[in-house]
Nanobody
Framework: QVQLQESGGGSVQVGSSLRLSCAAS????????MAWYRQAPGKGREFVGG????????HYGKALKGRFTISREYGAKTMYLQMSDLKPEDTATYYC???????????????WGQGTQVTVWS
């Protein structure tokens, strides 16, 4: 069984920075892309950004690139989301995901972590 676990969330003031981590565990391959999503209260899940398994390619959701940076070492189990100049509208639960089969799991579709809460207050 493969799993994803996010960490690093918290309650921070406007303008602060925060780094989230997403760690994969289990009998893993190395060839799985990873992505971050977030969900604010009362809203749908929003794509934040993703990074390829080789770490050679990354892409971001609209309006997030520039303040958010995703990083990962080649074939590594852990992906990071560095967030800077945080705003109240960044308040959300942040999730990571990856394709279950690509990770080495048996399930179809995407595997998701349980999420980590980020609250930005002014």
């Amino acid at each position: 069984q493969v799993q994803l676990q996010e960490s690093g969330g918290g309650s921070v003031q406007v303008g602060s920075s925060l780094r989230l981590s997403c760690a994969a565990s289990g009998r893993l391959t190395i060839s799985y892309d990873m992505a971050w999503y977030r969900q604010a209260p009362g809203k749908g899940r929003e794509f934040v950004g993703g990074v390829s398994w080789s770490a050679h390619e990354s892409h971001y959701g609209k309006a997030l690139k520039g303040r958010f940076t995703i990083s990962r070492e080649y074939g590594a189990k852990t992906m990071y989301l560095q967030m800077s100049d945080l705003k109240p509208e960044d308040t959300a639960t942040y999730y990571c995901n990856a394709d279950c089969r690509s990770m080495g799991g048996l399930g179809e579709g995407k595997c998701w972590g349980q999420g980590t809460q980020v609250t930005v207050w002014s």
